[in-house]
């Protein structure tokens, strides 16, 4: 089974409008961790926002935060009033145990429109 | 600021000749990562280091090796690349390998096999 899903190949929305990319996660530890990654088409993975399974607040890291449904197991990011320089790939990963490896999603491709 | 460097961002060899890729970081971090990521797929994970001990991947192909001199610098040696190596690396690297801990990546190095 997939450790991180993301069902959302690509992604359109209007400047100044707000976007939510869609992340589920499959784990049956208790500690674990989420982080979402944005990459340009320059290539470099660019660190956004992290969510721990035992924080009880939804992450926020100015326009961005992280939608946190634990019973769902879904960890959706929210980007609020999009930028042209949004549009990008964006990925979703999971770190669960110490020791263990990242594991990331396929990724969401998001276009900002003018 | 401190940072995670990889020098070249693009490199061009020929087919069977050897290349080695570096990724230096300023960050401190005990653990570093080698990841390939072809066109419009997921980061894999080649292998990491924590401090010197090292990890292989189970699928990581003999082809690739990796050195780790000192905390600062880390190579990726690909001693007889093939047509199927031409990819981004990317280099990244974390404090530690807690749930928590956030992996910080370079800007990656695109590798052309001719």
């Known amino acids: 089974a997939q450790k991180i899903t993301q069902t959302q190949p690509g992604m359109f929305v209007q400047e100044k409008e707000a976007v939510t990319l869609d992340c589920t996660y499959d784990?049956?530890?208790?500690?674990?961790?989420l982080f979402w990654y944005k990459q340009p088409s320059s290539g470099e993975m660019i660190f956004l926002i992290y969510?721990?399974?035992?924080?009880?607040q939804n992450a926020t890291e100015g326009r961005y935060s992280l939608n946190f449904q634990k019973a769902r197991k879904s960890a959706n990011l929210v980007i609020s009033a999009s930028q042209l320089g949004d549009s990008a790939m964006y990925f979703c990963?999971?770190?669960?145990?110490?020791?263990?490896?990242?594991?990331f999603g396929t990724g969401t491709s998001l276009t900002v429109i003018p | 600021d401190a940072m995670v460097i990889q020098n070249p961002r693009y490199q061009v060899t020929q087919f069977g000749k050897p290349v080695t890729l570096s990724c230096s970081q300023t960050?401190?971090?005990?653990?570093m990562y080698w990841y390939q990521q072809k066109s419009s797929q997921a980061p894999k994970l080649l292998f990491h280091y924590y401090d010197k001990d090292f990890n292989n991947e189970a699928d990581t192909p003999d082809n690739f090796q990796s050195r780790r001199p000192n905390t600062s610098f880390c190579f990726l040696d690909i001693r007889s690349p093939g047509l199927g190596d031409a990819a981004m690396y990317l280099c990244a690297t974390s404090w530690g390998q807690g749930v928590s801990e956030t992996q910080y990546f370079g800007p990656g190095t695109r590798l052309l096999v001719l």
């Open positions: 960050l401190n971090h005990n653990v």
């Open positions: 990963a999971m770190r669960e145990g110490p020791g263990n490896q990242f594991y």
């Open positions: 969510q721990g399974s035992y924080d009880e």
């Open positions: 784990t049956s530890d208790q500690s674990y961790g």
